[in-house]
């Protein structure tokens, strides 16, 4: 038996510092970077004195970076003990496996299905995870084979390539420093996705949810009770993973898909936080049976549009500082601050409601949208008015514009804050960058994505003007990545992505 989950990355397109606080919203889309798990049994058969075990074994694999991890996992608390070197181990993983099978074991209640549960665990657990290329940075190894910043290039990489280590002493500290080697990444929320994954695989692979039938029934109240245990045991193993409790945004995404997302009251992990998990059991038992109040609606972009992410790899962002920086300057400047989110409060839901609205078109009008939009990808915004011939092409280049308007107030305001905050959510490098980006025929929208910084850029265009808008991209030194919306969340695979690469090279080549 083998069970394949897979869990999306994310783009912040609006919201980004205010989603941190109740009652705000964030704009979030899934994209088709894609972290999968595989879960299949260590063991085969099970020896006679199997019953009596009180451990089992765990073994992870990450073949992208090399690593194996093993692990005794205790039967009755569901924690985890390693058994090879600390460096082969990752915290977010380890999380998952502990409230994964936590959760199973306390949601599994029929004596038939709690057989099955043990028997699985008896067995022990072989885990192998994998993320797509697009969560990873590989810009300084195509510059370093002085390869072209381009998204073609990004596409000759084999999937799921090995992974080199970021060895370079972040903000040019002293180079003779010592650093622990990060993984150098492209800001999709890799931890959640990955945490996501293992997550789903692991509930469902101990029969205590069925994601089979996701997809076509995703209305169904039962697929929503297994996505929602999902997410509550995917959040809290995330948020103990990181040591704080974030806004969430990241892993709701990577379960439910793209959405409008508010974030859940953060005394609803209060337990989990406490207990540090050393008391495992009863921590999952009272997670599963709390009211979660995170709130999602379906949001996705509409139709004809595309996201296109960039990498300026000018680096060097940490989202948890600049977080604290702007914090800081909320309790120095009460008044100024709340006046700042009040109005990029107000352009969030602007946008909101002009894609909406562009989406009701687009349904109930098709022919005229599909018209306005192929004609305005070739043109610059301020000849868009010139393509209305009626009355429901005007509404839909009004809509647009206004779209526009709203993203162009919510950077104004985003970089007002960075400036007050001392941080540099939009800098000056990427705001002239964006500027020319939106300038560009056929370009709806360009920023920078969640708390901002120098890591990446994104941009939503119309029909095909995201190809011309790559190119701009590569020859201003900022590779255009692969990513593009799916509007997907968790997803069961029907096999193990390498094998699916393989056939599909394999049905590819033509024999002569």
Known sequence: MEVVASAPGKVLIAGGYLVLERPNAGLVLSTTARFY??????????????????????????????????????????????????????????????????????????????????????????????GCNDFYSYRKQIEARGLPLTPEVLLSLPPFSSITFNSEVANGTMTGEKCKPEVAKTGLGSSAAMTTSVVAALLHYLGAVNLSCLGQSSSDSAAGRDLDLVHAIAQSAHCIAQGKIGSGFDVSAAVYGSQRYTRFSPEILSSAQVSGGTCLPDVVSDIVTRSWDHEKTQFSLPPLMTLLLGEPGTGGSSTPSMVGSVKQWQKSDPQRSRDTWG?????????????????????????????????????????????????????????????????LQIRFHMREMGIAAGVPIEPESQTQLLDATMNMEGVLLAGVPGAGGFDAVFSVTLGHANDA???????????????????????????????????????SIQIN
């Open 37 to 130: 798990a595989v879960v299949r049994p260590l063991r085969d058969g099970l020896p006679p004195d199997s019953w009596a075990w009180a451990w089992t074994d765990v073994k992870v694999t990450s073949p992208q970076l090399a690593r194996e991890a093993t692990y005794k996992l205790s039967l009755k608390k569901s924690t985890l003990q390693l058994t090879s070197a600390r460096e082969s181990a990752n915290p977010f993983v380890e999380q998952a496996i502990q409230f994964a099978v936590a959760a199973a074991k306390a949601t599994i209640t029929d004596k038939e299905r709690k057989d099955a549960l043990d028997k699985l665990l008896l067995q022990g657990l072989n885990i192998t995870i994998l």
């Open 343 to 407: 109005k990029l409060g107000t352009a969030n839901s602007m946008l909101e409601n002009q894609l909406r609205n562009l989406n009701k078109l687009a349904e109930d009008h098709w022919e005229a949208y599909e018209s306005v939009v192929q004609s305005c990808s070739q043109l610059a915004c301020n000849k868009w008015t010139e393509v209305a011939t009626n009355q429901h092409q005007e509404l839909i280049v009004r809509s647009l514009l206004a779209a526009r308007d709203a993203f």
């Open 469 to 507: 808008v790559a190119k701009a991209w590569s020859s201003a030194g900022v590779l255009p990545l692969l990513v593009r919306e799916d509007r997907r969340g968790v997803s069961l695979e029907d096999a193990d992505p390498r094998t699916r690469e393989v056939s599909a090279a394999v049905s």
